[in-house]
């Protein structure tokens, strides 16, 4: 038997004004597309906004469904988007803003279980870092280095 011992490391940041100005920029088009999310059921609301390594900048915000299983995620609509798209550019930053229209969400919000999937099997086929920013409506930002920073314990392609 051995103990495996298992750190993530974030910088939290106090608000996004304390962000470089290009991850300003990423962030509030993160804010700009969570106005777009289809949420009418849950009335929580995420935008996404993908940077790649050319400059562009790919969005999405999450689309809910009667049908629950048949909606996407913010992260999933960006980074799928960014696929299609642009299949031989690598995904460089993500950043992701998150807010309920019930309550104050001024917390860092990270993503869900099944966006933090999608978003590895992205960081792993490029074989580069995705590095990570996430924010409630306001208040602090959350950064992680890359998605396995979030999630140490993963299933890729070499669990296969």
Known sequence: MKKIEVVSTFIEYDSIVEL???DQLLMQRAVEVRKNAYAPYSKF?????L??????I???SNQENAAYPSGLCA??????QAGA???DQKILKIAITAGSELK???????PCGACRQSILEYEVRQDTPIEMFFMGVEGAVCYSPSLVNILPF???KDSM
């Open 75 to 80: 992260e999933r609509t960006a980074i799928f």
């Open 51 to 56: 940077l790649l390594e050319d400059g562009t």
């Open 20 to 22: 470089n100005q290009d």
């Open 104 to 110: 104050i969400t001024n917390s860092p919000i990270p």
């Open 45 to 49: 609301k995420v935008g996404a906004a």
């Open 85 to 87: 798209l642009y299949p």
């Open 154 to 156: 993963h299933f890729d």
């Open 58 to 60: 790919v969005v999405g």
